[in-house]
């Protein structure tokens, strides 16, 4: 195993929060992450808001070098998901969030109200994709194609690539 391989996934949803509903795209996202050689903590599932900003700031002091946020990027009111993790972030990466929303388009016309943020916190990587199965798994499969090269890159390697 590669060193510094922890990962954490936070979802977002009052409703699987209170034990309302059945929180459905943690286990997809750490499957995805186990498969890609992470050592995944349980999903932490926290109400929409401030419930996120402090979950995500915990799992970037316990050292996780990859924090996957899913749910509250929707336009609701409940929806802050970008704007509690944007303030965590030192460098912002808006073109992987508009590669996620192009993939989406092409199933749904939805997909371009989805809101989101990509970025580095110190070391750590963390995005914040839709609640949707169907946007994760957009979000998986752009992240599945550059996110070795960003941590390769942060970490001080080249990372360049053929082109």
Do not use: C, Y
């Not at 969030?97 to 997909?111: K, N, Q, V």
């Not at 990509?118 to 998986?140: H, M, Q």
């Amino acid at each position: 195993m590669k060193t510094n391989r922890l990962a954490s996934v936070v979802v977002a949803s009052t409703s699987a929060a209170a034990g309302t509903a059945e929180d459905k795209t943690g286990p997809l996202i750490s499957r995805w992450l186990v498969e890609r050689d992470f050592q995944v903590t349980a999903p932490v599932v926290v109400a929409d808001g401030q419930p996120v900003h402090d979950a995500v700031k915990k799992l970037l002091n316990s050292g996780a070098r990859v924090v996957i946020v899913t749910g509250g990027t929707g336009v609701s009111p409940d929806d802050q998901s970008p704007e509690m993790v944007q303030p965590l972030l030192d460098v912002q990466l808006p073109g992987i969030i508009e590669a996620i929303r192009r993939r989406g388009e092409a199933s749904t016309p939805l997909a371009i109200i989805t809101r989101g943020v990509a970025g580095f916190a110190g070391e750590t990587f963390v995005i914040t994709l839709p609640g949707s199965t169907g946007g994760v798994k957009d979000g998986l499969a752009v992240l599945d194609t550059v996110l070795e090269h960003l941590l390769t890159q942060r970490s001080g390697g080249s990372g360049h690539g053929p082109r």
